[in-house]
């Protein structure tokens, strides 16, 4: 069974730092590319960072730019996202995601619509 699980959510104070894992089970996900999403109560689901399979290109949301950093160990089919100088308006549940589609090994995706895979979410909440 193909799967995405979460980890690394938690309470935490503002301008403090959390590190997510998502860690692919069921198959490699070495050229996938791999996303963070995040929705809060009452909001859409957004996007917040993607990698793409190689790790050559990444991309952000503005409202993380430079807090935010995505990365990934193949050899071990995890995806990881660094978050520092954490907001309370970062509190959210966040959600990774993988794709498989057409460049996704060089290129990445801010589209959750393409995104075909989804793990359970990891709740991370910032306390002001």
């Known amino acids: 069974q193909v799967q995405l699980v979460e980890s690394g959510g938690g309470l935490v104070q503002a301008g403090g730092s959390l590190r997510l894992s998502c860690a692919a089970s069921?198959?490699?996900?070495?050229?996938?590319?791999m996303g963070w999403f995040r929705q809060a109560p009452g909001k859409e689901r957004e996007f917040v960072a993607a990698i793409s399979g190689s790790s050559s290109s990444t991309n952000y949301a503005d409202s993380v730019k430079g807090r935010f950093t995505i990365s990934r160990d193949n050899a071990k089919n995890t995806v990881y996202m660094q978050m520092n100088s954490l907001k309370h308006e970062d509190t959210a549940v966040y959600y990774c995601?993988?794709?498989?589609?057409?460049?996704?090994?060089?290129?990445?995706?801010?589209?959750?619509?393409?995104?075909?895979?989804w793990g359970q979410g990891t709740q991370v909440t910032v306390s002001s």
């Open positions: 069921g198959r490699t996900f070495s050229s996938a590319a």
């Open positions: 995601a993988a794709t498989t589609g057409s460049g996704s090994y060089y290129y990445t995706s801010s589209n959750r619509y393409e995104y075909h895979l």
